[in-house]
Every structure is written in structure tokens, then in C-alpha cells.
């Protein structure tokens, strides 16, 4: 049974850096592809990124400058950092694997997500 | 590129209805649709054109025509009251979009 539990701080200043870990379970993290969506509240979802056990990443471009993404396969576990995070980058953030094909991207297994507020 | 849905449709309990997603991408790639409840993670419910993942009631189907892309519930029950997302790879780059979501009222 696949598995995702994102853990991290909860509460963050202005100006600080999140960073949160998701922790996989019943699967490999090295056979698959790894993504990030958030979800600010009461409004919709937007990507932020994936990554592959090569350290491969695609970022969502509006937030390339402050986005970091990493993956450790003896840990089963990857990473986001958000770096300079402003009040609207609270948000419920959720971990998800990705499935990707030249002609399609779908997120099948999700972590239940975590919400980060930004304080000023 | 965008991804458009409508914010709002209702439906009376055991009726059809469809829920359209519109965008420059699906021209391209396929669209994928989630179900999200409150307080819930997404719930992935149709990929690749029209395939459900294991778990998914075959009310649930998808379909698709030119720059749109449907997801239709046939027999809407009560617990289908719900947040519908569709989603593509972007037509733009290597990403994913999603559509703004509609909120499905089961009458």
C-alpha cells in the first residue's frame, strides 16, 4: 500500500524558508517521479514541481527563483525548500507521486497534506 | 497555458451530469480529473483519456473533443458532492496545470 506523510514546521515569518519532507512508504522512491502541489485556502491547486531519483527537477516557473527540490532514496524521502515565503505562501501543501508520459502528467498517490501559514 | 472550468454546477440526486474543462493543452495532452472533499487530499479519478483507478465507481467517465475535456457522472449520488479539478501537462514546458476547479452541488 503506497503511502505519503509530509512533516515540517507548521509556522513561518515573513522572509524565512520552508521546508518540508515527505516520507513514502510501500514503494520505492527510485522508481518513480515526485511532485509538490499547494493549495492556498479556499482557492485551487498549483504545482510547484517534481523531481526524479536522478535529482532531475522541473519547477513551476513562477516560482523558480525561491523553489529547491531533493530526494533521498536511503531515506525513501523527498524534499521541498521554499525559500524568502511571504503570507501568500500559506497555503496546504501536499506531496504526490507523479506518473508521466510524453503526453500526460497525473498524480495518483497523495500525501493528506499539511498546511504551512506565514506570519508577518 | 490555462485550464477553464466552470465554478459551480448542481445536479438533482441520481441525474447525469457533465463537468467541461477547456484549454489550448488538452489539444495536446490528456486530461486528468480529481475529486477533492473538504479537508481531503485530491482523489485521482480518470487518466489517460477515460481510465478510472481501481476503487473509482464506473459512474465516473471522461471524454474528450478538440480543446475540451469532460468528466461526466452518471447517477450522481450524494457522497459525488464534491471539488472536480482537471489537469494537463502544459502545452508551454514540462509542468503541470490545473483548471480552477468546479464545486458540484448534489441536489
Known amino acids: 500500500q503506497v503511502q505519503l506523510q509530509e512533516s515540517g514546521p507548521r509556522l513561518l515569518k515573513s522572509s524565512e524558508t520552508l521546508s518540508l519532507t515527505c516520507t513514502v512508504s510501500?514503494?520505492?522512491?527510485?522508481?518513480?517521479?515526485w511532485s509538490w502541489v499547494r493549495q492556498t485556502p479556499g482557492k485551487g491547486l498549483e504545482w510547484l514541481g517534481y523531481?526524479?531519483?536522478?535529482?532531475?527537477?522541473v519547477y513551476n516557473p513562477s516560482l523558480v527563483r525561491r523553489l529547491a527540490m531533493t530526494i533521498d532514496s536511503s531515506k525513501n524521502q523527498f524534499s521541498l525548500r521554499l525559500t524568502s515565503v511571504t503570507a501568500t505562501d500559506t497555503a496546504v501543501y501536499f506531496c504526490?507521486?507523479?506518473?508521466?508520459?510524453?503526453?500526460?502528467?497525473?498524480?495518483?498517490?497523495w500525501g493528506q497534506g499539511v498546511l504551512v501559514s506565514v506570519s508577518s | 497555458s490555462d485550464l477553464t472550468q466552470d465554478s459551480a454546477v448542481s445536479v438533482a440526486l441520481g441525474q447525469t451530469v457533465r463537468i467541461t474543462c477547456q484549454g489550448d493543452?488538452?489539444?495536446?495532452?490528456?486530461a486528468t480529473w480529481y475529486q477533492q472533499k473538504p479537508g481531503q487530499a485530491p482523489l485521482l479519478l480518470i487518466y489517460?483519456?477515460?481510465t478510472r483507478p481501481s476503487g473509482i465507481p464506473d459512474r465516473f467517465s471522461g471524454s474528450f473533443s478538440g480543446r475540451t475535456a469532460s468528466l461526466t457522472i452518471t447517477g450522481a449520488q450524494a457522497e459525488d458532492d464534491a471539488e472536480y479539478y482537471c489537469?494537463?501537462?502544459?502545452?508551454?514546458?514540462?509542468?503541470?496545470?490545473f483548471g480552477g476547479g468546479t464545486r458540484l452541488t448534489v441536489l
Open positions: 504526490a507521486r507523479l506518473q508521466t508520459t510524453v503526453n500526460k502528467h497525473y498524480l495518483d498517490f
Open positions: 510501500g514503494i520505492s522512491v527510485g522508481s518513480f517521479y
Open positions: 523531481i526524479y531519483i536522478t535529482g532531475r527537477t
Open positions: 493543452s488538452l489539444r495536446e495532452f490528456f
Open positions: 489517460d483519456k477515460n
Open positions: 489537469s494537463s501537462r502544459d502545452i508551454s514546458g514540462d509542468w503541470l496545470i
